[in-house]
Structure formats: structure tokens, C-alpha cells
């Protein structure tokens, strides 16, 4: 279930992306990615397995900034979908997809992998 944000230009540019965010305090990143899902989607989830990490470079606005994101394959048990507790107020909206056509909507090449070796465990039941 990504999020989306729009572009300056507007709704009809929405960037579709995973939920993501950054540790608090002393969580784990399974902690993190549980407590961000919830944040920026409205869903409760609970983690099946890691699917694997993205490390990264950006530049913001006086600084480059180091990321590394881990990703989980998860489980919806609850909620119901909306992006009114993002902190942030990053998110426009959150909606489910297929998973079949994620990798299609997602707006980065290192997501549209994490979501294809989603789709591969889901297709071999693991």
C-alpha cells in the first residue's frame, strides 16, 4: 500500500512511494517500519520477513544526507487506510494497489525492486 505526494505542479503529478521514515529513539527498524506504515497509512501491520535494504545519497537543502532504508514484506491486520496521521504531512494519500501493478506506479527504480521481490515471495508462497 504506497503513499503518494504531489509535485508542485499538483495532484495530477503524485509520486507514488512506500512508507518509509526514520528510527525513534531506541526502536528497532521492524519497530520503525510498523509504527511508520501506521503513521502514514492508517493500517496496523505486522512484519512476514525482510525483503531487503536500500542505502542511499540525497541532497537536501544545505547538506547531503546518508539514508538507508530496510523493507518489509507486511501484513494488513487492521486500520483503515488514510494519510491524516502523518506527522510529516508528507503523504496526499494512501491507497491499495495490486500488487501485481506496484512496480508500475512506484516512482523509484530502488522501490520498484523491494515491491518485485515482494511480488516473487507472494508468487512462491513464502
Not at 505542479?9 to 517500519?33: R, V
Not at 510498523?34 to 542505502?55: L, Y
Amino acid at each position: 500500500m504506497p503513499r503518494a505526494s504531489a509535485a508542485e505542479t499538483g495532484p495530477e503529478s503524485l509520486e507514488w512511494c512506500l512508507p518509509k521514515g526514520h528510527i525513534e529513539g531506541e526502536e528497532t527498524p521492524e519497530e520503525a517500519a510498523i509504527r511508520e506504515v501506521a503513521e502514514e497509512t492508517g493500517i496496523t501491520a505486522e512484519i512476514i520477513r525482510p525483503i531487503g535494504v536500500i542505502d542511499y545519497w540525497f541532497t537536501g537543502d544545505d547538506r547531503r544526507v546518508h539514508k538507508v532504508v530496510h523493507h518489509y514484506l507486511l501484513e494488513a491486520k487492521g486500520g483503515i487506510i488514510t494519510t491524516e496521521n502523518d506527522p510529516d504531512q508528507e503523504a496526499e494519500v494512501a491507497e491499495w494497489i495490486a500488487v501485481n501493478d506496484l512496480c508500475r506506479r512506484l516512482a523509484f527504480p530502488n522501490e520498484r525492486k523491494m515491491a518485485q521481490v515482494a511480488v516473487d515471495l507472494l508468487a512462491n508462497g513464502s
